[in-house]
């Protein structure tokens, strides 16, 4: 059935940057038909929007689910510092913890706006089974797309890295795993991405393994990259060359790639991401909240280089709210390179277009013809936006904000600003539930 949205402003981000005051959306078939304004089509249905902003749903480019069992903890530390306190702790995630943690980040996310969230999950501790399932369980619920991953992590302590022996795996194992998770995937609502943690956590066998393994079966590559300067500190004395220089020797300087935080580049580094078209995963709360740095996006746009945003784990923002990091990308950018580092529409398509492409997906990201129909619908009668003569200003700069409707594939998932196929109190009552057997 077509459905035709209409009394609205909407914000394409088409590769024009089309913009329709008093505009409409046609949806059918779970996708974008036509959008415009003036003239409008038939369809066999038809939304009044009561003049709302409607933009492409947003896109998180890197996440860790489970981490929202553990908020606020290690509150003055630095990353490795924060890990060190916090690995042991996640050592408990089973599958009951992992599907109550994935349904609360997930609703967050839902209710910021995000249609598509891409899971960076590397914990796996051994004899626990079902952890994948369960955030993919989540989020088929919910009814919002999942890129999951099968992470991983096979250094540990006793060999030189970050995480505890009894977090991480055997190498053959994970391989294993890996190619066995890729049957998760379903085209369209759940895709599989490969994506061991960080150069701190695996070994160099590992990572070109899991890269061999990704082109062998077409999935994307993911992993942490010079999140911190101790990252910087940690590959020069065990590897002797920077972080970027480090993957580059190990075939991770490539177009299936997409690395997160990537706050320590030098001009070279900047340079050769753009060359080899490898994305960048900018999570601007977590890098302040950790004190990792800021890092430098305008440089990155500069250069070509595919940029989106990432809300992070929840137990380094401590909010699963997606558009509160375009309106802090904004801010960080300015901060580091003056009030036209960033413009706000450039801060929105961050978050939509270009979190689309960081995760190769070309047909999300975009309101135009063939595009699937995820959108968010964004109240303006608030309080926050009155007076606000740019209406896509008004909204990054006042944010964050609730979303009062969002549709994925052309489905209804928040309406009126509450979840449309689960009970947003209940989630949180079983989340909290499940964070008790977490607590200090």
Not at 321 to 341: H, I, N
Not at 366 to 383: E, H, M
Request: hydrophobic share 45%; charged share 25%.
């Amino acid at each position: 059935m077509s459905t035709l949205f209409v009394n609205a402003y909407v914000v394409t981000m088409d590769d024009d940057g089309t913009e329709h005051d008093n505009g409409w959306l046609l949806v059918d078939d779970g996708h974008v038909r036509a959008v415009g304004a003036g003239a409008r089509p038939d369809a066999d249905a038809v939304v009044d929007l009561g003049g709302a902003v409607v933009t492409p749903g947003l896109v998180n480019t890197h996440h860790h689910l489970w981490q929202n069992l553990t908020r606020a903890r290690a509150q003055e530390a630095n990353l490795f510092e924060w890990l060190k306190t916090l690995y042991p702790v996640w050592a408990a995630i089973d599958e009951e913890a992992e599907y109550a943690a994935a349904r609360a980040g997930l609703a967050e996310l839902a209710l910021s706006g995000c249609t598509t969230v891409f899971d960076h999950h590397y914990l796996f501790p051994p004899g626990k089974a079902g952890l994948l399932e369960a955030e993919i369980r989540a989020a088929r619920e919910l009814g919002v797309r999942i890129v999951a991953s099968r992470g991983s992590m096979d250094l540990g302590e006793s060999d030189g890295g970050l995480p505890p022996d009894s977090v991480i795996e055997d190498r053959d194992e994970i391989l294993a795993a890996t190619e066995a998770a890729a049957s998760l995937a379903d085209g369209a609502m759940v895709q599989v991405a490969v994506a061991p943690c960080s150069p701190f956590s695996v070994t160099s066998d590992l990572m070109r393994e899991s890269a061999d393994l990704a082109r062998r079966l077409g999935l994307r590559l993911h992993t942490h990259l010079a999140e911190t300067s101790e990252e910087e500190g940690f590959a020069l004395d065990r590897f002797g060359c920077s972080p970027v220089e480090y993957v580059e020797s190990l075939g991770w300087l490539a177009g299936d790639v997409w690395c997160a935080h990537c706050v320590h580049l030098s001009d070279a580094d900047v340079a050769k991401f753009g060359k080899h078209d490898v994305g960048v995963a900018h999570c601007p709360t977590s890098n302040m909240r950790l004190g990792a740095g800021i890092a430098r996006v305008r440089d990155l746009l500069d250069a070509g280089v595919r940029v989106g945003l990432g809300v992070d784990g929840s137990a380094s923002n401590e909010r699963g709210d997606l558009f509160l990091e375009v309106k802090q990308a904004l801010l960080v950018a300015r901060a580091r390179g003056g009030p036209t580092a960033l413009t706000a529409r450039d801060a929105l398509r961050l978050g939509t277009r270009g979190g689309a492409a960081v995760l190769g997906l070309d047909d999300i990201g975009a309101l135009s013809p063939g595009k699937r129909a995820d959108f968010a619908v964004w109240s303006t009668g608030g309080l926050e936006l009155g007076g606000a003569a740019d209406p896509i200003a008004g909204l990054v700069l006042s944010g964050p904000h609730r979303v009062d409707r969002l549709y994925v594939a052309g489905h209804e998932v928040v309406h009126d600003g509450r979840l449309t196929r689960a009970d947003e109190d209940e989630i949180a009552r079983e989340h909290r539930v499940q964070a008790r057997r977490f607590a200090p």
